[in-house]
T-cell receptor, first 113, second 108 residues
Framework: DADVTQTPRNRITKTGKRIMLECSQT?????MYWYRQDPGLGLRLIYY???????NKGEISDGYSVSRQAQAKFSLSLESAIPNQTALYFC????????????FGPGTRLTVL | RKEVEQDPGPFNVPEGATVAFNCTYS??????FFWYRQDCRKEPKLLMS???SGNEDGRFTAQLNRASQYISLLIRDSKLSDSATYLC?????????FGAGTTVTVRA
């Protein structure tokens, strides 16, 4: 089984809809991250969490919110989706002892019409 | 200016060839450097860390030039399975900054 899983893997939604992307990990890592990837751009950090009570904005947090329900779960929400949020979304984890290496989930391809 | 810039390529090379490419980074205080590999529409995976003295991992050699703020990756004896996008990644404190990637295609 994969160490970092994301659901759904693909989603098509309409402008204005609320959508939640979920991430679960079995690696036992404290740190979790949400990124988006757009063609021609590097991965950009949306939010990150260093433990269950810690939530921090990344470089492009506007229009997104997150919830860290447990050490193993980190959800990303789009309260009112818009077309320019169409992208490939990745969740990643890392641990305190080795924060240099981030382990990524398989990604969620989101299309907002 | 982007924090990490890469030549997007593509670099099209025959099997067995050597291919090399660079990236540049803007923050001189950056602490750690990496190359990640990303196959089409899949998650990035760590290929190797990059150390100031240069380092090798099999057919892959990475170099760091702090004075000029660039990182390089060289692939020797290219295999078909090396076809991928290579992401240059720079770490500042907790944050990883990703380049947009260099695409390498190895042909038979």
């Amino acid at each position: 089984d994969a160490d970092v899983t994301q659901t759904p893997r693909n989603r098509i939604t309409k402008t204005g809809k609320r959508i939640m992307l979920e991430c679960s990990q079995t690696k036992g890592h404290d740190r979790m991250y949400w990124y988006r990837q757009d063609p021609g751009l590097g991965l950009r950090l949306i939010y990150y969490s260093f433990d269950v009570k810690d939530i921090n904005k990344g470089e492009i947090s506007d229009g997104y919110s997150v919830s860290r329900q447990a050490q193993a779960k980190f959800s990303l929400s789009l309260e009112s989706a818009i077309p320019n949020q169409t992208a490939l979304y990745f969740c990643a984890t890392s641990d305190l002892s080795s924060t240099d290496t981030q382990y990524f989930g398989p990604g969620t391809r989101l299309t907002v019409l | 200016r982007k924090e990490v810039e890469q030549d997007p390529g593509p670099f099209n090379v025959p099997e067995g060839a050597t291919v090399a490419f660079n990236c540049t980074y803007s923050n001189s205080a950056s602490q750690s450097f990496f190359w990640y590999r990303q196959d089409c529409r899949k998650e990035p995976k760590l290929l190797m860390s990059v150390y100031s003295s240069g380092n090798e991992d099999g057919r892959f050699t990475a170099q760091l030039n702090r004075a000029s703020q660039y990182i390089s990756l060289l692939i020797r004896d290219s295999k078909l399975s090396d076809s991928a996008t290579y992401l240059c990644v720079v770490k500042n404190d907790y944050k990883l900054s990703f380049g947009a990637g260099t695409t390498v295609t190895v042909r038979a």
